[in-house]
Structure formats: structure tokens, C-alpha cells
């Protein structure tokens, strides 16, 4: 508890002395009335989870299988070939291509820091990202399996997997099961997290932004972004409504009322996670928008009926491009598998 008071406080200061820096006038503004309610803070070294402790043999395990193309129907399509390690987690398409060449009807958004975030999938169908890794295995347009046990029955064929599970999962009578298998690669993706300037910035040391960032981040603050856009992963945090002061053109998906058919959950979706997104374009749920700079100014039009100025969107821009970060070169190498 004290070290959460401790760090807490080292944050208010931090954003203090960046308000100061942004003159009085902005800092009292920021101050009173966005603040600290925003919960901007640096990322954690993983997402645990209680229920899924990690341990060195399953977050291996894990990343065997995040590459494990026989898991798929065809033999040719792994988690990575839609959220490639190597490009930020995603497959810079407007939308992914799965078993047999089908496209979805989504963008796939990015496996780093996912695991942060309050919900899975652009509606929020999943909870976990262990409960999320079961999706796309049996997603016909996607791995295509028929079914968990087809999983389990691929997985049993290969000693190694065999041996390798009972170590991730010791002590159970049969480990090698499908529901394991999405354990293993949630606890994998637990570990995706990408510390960037921001996260430097955040804990006290000034000089990670230049002053064109610090701007950036005010000019953000200003626009009204973070009301929707905040805490650690800025976004990740809530559904809200896309098209909240203009309507959105394209009402073909209409978002998390696909899954609670309620009339008041039309055009919501998942607020997206900021982080990276200077990599992971193109953008929206349907990756209509190829440029950020064309995502932050549609943005400001139809969230927040606002028409900013070519220079405030490059200074946002500029913030934007210090939440992008890496994870450790070890862990998302390409392993050997059996
Ligand atoms: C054929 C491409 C494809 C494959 C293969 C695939 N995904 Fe995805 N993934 C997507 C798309 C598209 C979405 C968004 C779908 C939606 O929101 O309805 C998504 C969503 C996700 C999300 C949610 C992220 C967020 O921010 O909401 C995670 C996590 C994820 N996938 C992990 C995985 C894992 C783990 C595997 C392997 C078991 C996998 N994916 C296989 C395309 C793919
Ligand atoms: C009212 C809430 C709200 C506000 C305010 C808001 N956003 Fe968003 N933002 C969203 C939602 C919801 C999405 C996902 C839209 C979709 O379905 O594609 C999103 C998506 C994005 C994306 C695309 C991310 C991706 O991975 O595809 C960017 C970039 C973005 N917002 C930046 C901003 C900026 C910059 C501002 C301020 C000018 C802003 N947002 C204001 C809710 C908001």
C-alpha cells in the first residue's frame, strides 16, 4: 500500500512540474478540471492475473504456440501471422486475412499491452486475454478448427508438447487441454509490454520529452481527448460511443450491440489503447483511415465536434509517437517448435 501511496505521489509530482512547464495558466486548467482524474501512469513489468499465475515453463509454452501454425485448419495461419511480434503486435491490413485467404471484417488491433486493458475484441466479447485465445483458434475465417478437443488432439501428437504442458501445469492428471493452451498463451501475452519515453517521462525523469512532445501531450489534454483516451494504456478503459458528436459514416458494424443486441450499445466500441499506435495503423475497428494524422483529426471531428488546425493534430502526433515502446528482443523471438 505504501509504495502505491509513494509512487502515486511521485506521479502528481511529475505531472505538477509538466503543468508548470505548460505555463500557469494551462497548469491551473489541467490541474482543476482534468488533473490527475486522467490516471496517466507508467506501465507495469506484466499484466498479472491471479488466476493464471505466470511461470517461466508456461510463458514458453505460451510462445510456442502463439507461432503454432498447426493449429490451424490449414496448417499456414498462427496468432503471429495476424499480430506479428516483429510489427507491433498487428498486420498493418485494413483488415486481417485468415484460413483460406477469407478477410474478416475487423482490423486487428495489437497484442502488446492488450492484456491491460478492461476488455478483448473491438465489442468486448471477451474478457481475458485467456479467455479471448480460444476465439480465433475456432474463428472459421480465422485458425478454423472445429472444435478445442481438435486442439488438444493436435497438440498430443508431439512428446515435447506433451512434456512441456505437464511442467506449465503440474500436477494435473491430463494438461494437455484446450482451455491450457489459452492459459498458456494469455500468460504469454501478459508479458507483451512495451515501456517507451512516456514511461520515463512518467517517473520523474524531465528530459525524455522534448518540449514539442510536452506540448503535444497539452494540446491532447486541451482537445478533450482524454476523456476518453486515459489511465496507464491511455484508452482500454471503457466502451464509448463511436460518433459521439457526429455521426459516424459507416454504420455497417455497429459495434458492441452485435453482442448485447441493446438498442443503446449501437456504434459503441472499445476505446482503443494509444499505445503504439504510431505503428499500428491503419486505423479504426474497420481500418478505413491509412494516416494518424487523418485517425486524430477524424477524432476531433466526430468525438469531440471539433475542427482542429493542421498544427494541433501534428502536435498531438508528436505525442503520440512517445508511447511507442518495445518489449524485450528475447522474448517475442520466433521459437523452435517440435
Ligand atoms: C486471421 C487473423 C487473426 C488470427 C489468426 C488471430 N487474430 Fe487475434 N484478432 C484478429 C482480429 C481481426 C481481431 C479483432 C476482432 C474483433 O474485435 O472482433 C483480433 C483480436 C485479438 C485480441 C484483442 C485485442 C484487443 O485490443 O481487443 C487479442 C488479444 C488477440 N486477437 C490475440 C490473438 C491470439 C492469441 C491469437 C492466436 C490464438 C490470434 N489473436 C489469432 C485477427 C486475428
Ligand atoms: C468520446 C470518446 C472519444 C474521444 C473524446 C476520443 N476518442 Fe479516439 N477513439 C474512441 C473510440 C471509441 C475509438 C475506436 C473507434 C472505432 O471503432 O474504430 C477511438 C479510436 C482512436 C484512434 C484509432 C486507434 C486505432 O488503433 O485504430 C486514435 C488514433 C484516436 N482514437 C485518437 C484520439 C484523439 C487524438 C482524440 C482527441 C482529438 C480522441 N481520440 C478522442 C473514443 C474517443
Known amino acids: 500500500m505504501k509504495t502505491v501511496f509513494v509512487l502515486g505521489c511521485v506521479l502528481a509530482a511529475g505531472v505538477a512540474v509538466l503543468l508548470a512547464q505548460m505555463g500557469p495558466q494551462h497548469g491551473r486548467m489541467m490541474g482543476g478540471r482534468m488533473g490527475m482524474m486522467h ?3 507508467p506501465l507495469p513489468a506484466s499484466f498479472e492475473n491471479e488466476a493464471n499465475p ?3 515453463s508456461k510463458v514458453e509454452l505460451g510462445r510456442m504456440l502463439y507461432f503454432e501454425k498447426r493449429l490451424s485448419k490449414s496448417g499456414q495461419v498462427s496468432c503471429n501471422s495476424c499480430h506479428d511480434l516483429a510489427t507491433y503486435g498487428v498486420d498493418n491490413q485494413a483488415t486481417s486475412t485468415g484460413h483460406n485467404g477469407q478477410k474478416g471484417s475487423r482490423n486487428s488491433p495489437t497484442v502488446y499491452n492488450a492484456a491491460g486493458e478492461f476488455a478483448q475484441f473491438w465489442d468486448g466479447r471477451a474478457q481475458t486475454v485467456e479467455e479471448q485465445a480460444k476465439g480465433p483458434m475456432l474463428n472459421p475465417v480465422e485458425m478454423a478448427l472445429v472444435s478445442g ?8 501428437r508431439y512428446p515435447e508438447y ?3 504442458f505437464g511442467e506449465a501445469f503440474p500436477g494435473e492428471a491430463d494438461p494437455v487441454t484446450f482451455d491450457n493452451a489459452a492459459r498458456a498463451i494469455g500468460a504469454f501475452e501478459r508479458k507483451l509490454v512495451t515501456p517507451s519515453k512516456w514511461d520515463r517521462f512518467l517517473k520523474g525523469d524531465q528530459d525524455a520529452l522534448t518540449e514539442q512532445e510536452r506540448m503535444g ?6 482537445t478533450g481527448c482524454a476523456s476518453c483516451h486515459s489511465g496507464t494504456l491511455v484508452g482500454g478503459g471503457s466502451f464509448q460511443k463511436l460518433g459521439a458528436e457526429k455521426a459516424y459514416p459507416d454504420s455497417s458494424d455497429t459495434g458492441r450491440h452485435q ?4 438498442a443503446q450499445d449501437r456504434m459503441m466500441f472499445k476505446v482503443p489503447s494509444l499505445r503504439n499506435v504510431e505503428k499500428t495503423g491503419p486505423y479504426f475497428h474497420n481500418g478505413k483511415v491509412g494516416k494518424l494524422e487523418e485517425a486524430v483529426a477524424q477524432m476531433a471531428e ?8 493542421q498544427e494541433e493534430v501534428e502536435s498531438i502526433v508528436a505525442w503520440l509517437k512517445t508511447l511507442t515502446g518495445a518489449p524485450p528482443a528475447e522474448l517475442i523471438r520466433e521459437p523452435k517448435l517440435p
Not at 453482442?259 to 441493446?262: C, E, I, L, S
Open 39 to 41: 490516471g496517466f501512469r
Open 302 to 309: 466526430y468525438q469531440l465536434g471539433t475542427k482542429l488546425k
Open 54 to 56: 505466470e511461470t517461466e
Open 149 to 156: 478437443d481438435e486442439a488438444a488432439a493436435i497438440l498430443k
Open 259 to 262: 453482442v448485447t443486441k441493446n
Open 162 to 164: 506433451v512434456k512441456r
Open 217 to 222: 501531450f497539452h494540446t491532447f489534454m486541451h
